[in-house]
């Protein structure tokens, strides 16, 4: 059962231009909303996260917008750029079970 | 301050044969796992631990055994290697901070099984 599912699968946005990142959950009980970011031949590594007492999050150009009614969060990648180019994931977890679920990744690929 | 260490980095098996991959963290972490990422594809948990002597199955266990006899170390059994078990190899430990779970991956070990 997939209770984080995540899209698009891929991406492509030119440099300067916002990317998008959306996923949706399932588990009500889920409180804690992390995003992962995977350089090839890297590990995934934690980028951002929240808790569903706030609406947004922002970290420099990275931005969760979180949507409890809808049980939603996306990430907004602003004036993106080539480094950028990575796997990103989204997961959920909830403070009872540390155990996290992940997304099934979005390839994100910057053009010049 | 290593993290997640996983060896080795790369191998190739033959079908049939049997391997262990090995992780160990330094981070006094209870929580320990086991994903394999297919080529464009998302992370499947194989298995997890909750702590020394505690196992169990995640998604796609078929194929595969763990231990965990230490808080330090997590290895991963192969037996019987089939084509199917091609794959990056990702250990991870995690760790419920002040907001949720944190998540350390290691780098991965690409297996091809020809």
């Known amino acids: 059962q997939q209770q984080v599912k995540q899209s698009p699968q891929s991406l492509i946005v030119q440099k300067g231009g916002i990317s998008i990142i959306n996923c949706a959950y399932e588990?009500?009980?889920?409180?804690?909303f992390p995003w992962y970011q995977q350089f090839p031949g890297k590990g995934p590594a934690l980028l951002i996260a929240?808790?569903?007492?706030?609406s947004e999050k922002k970290e420099g150009r990275f931005t969760i917008s979180f949507n409890k009614s809808a049980k939603q969060f996306s990430l907004h990648i602003m004036d993106s750029q080539p480094g950028d180019s990575a796997t990103y994931f989204c997961?959920?977890?909830?403070?009872?079970?540390?155990?996290?679920?992940f997304g099934t990744g979005t390839r994100l690929t910057i053009i010049p | 301050n290593a993290g997640v260490t996983q060896t080795p980095k790369f191998r190739i098996l033959k079908i049939g044969q049997s391997m262990t991959l090995q992780c160990t963290q330094d981070?006094?972490?209870?929580?320990m796992y086991w994903y394999r990422q297919d080529p464009g594809m998302g992370l499947k948990l194989i298995y997890y631990?909750?702590?020394?002597?505690?196992?169990d199955k995640g998604e796609v266990p078929n194929g595969y055994n763990v231990s965990r006899s230490t808080t330090e170390d997590f290895p991963l059994r192969l037996e019987l290697a089939a084509p199917s078990q091609t794959s990056v190899y990702f250990c991870?430990?995690?760790?419920?901070?002040?907001?949720?779970?944190?998540?350390?991956f290691g780098q991965g070990t690409r297996l091809t099984v020809v």
């Open positions: 631990s909750v702590g020394a002597g505690i196992t």
């Open positions: 981070m006094n972490h209870n929580y």
């Open positions: 997961a959920a977890s909830d403070f009872g079970n540390e155990k996290l679920t």
């Open positions: 929240i808790r569903p007492d706030v």
């Open positions: 991870a430990s995690s760790y419920v901070s002040g907001q949720g779970t944190e998540a350390f």
């Open positions: 588990n009500t009980a889920f409180d804690y």
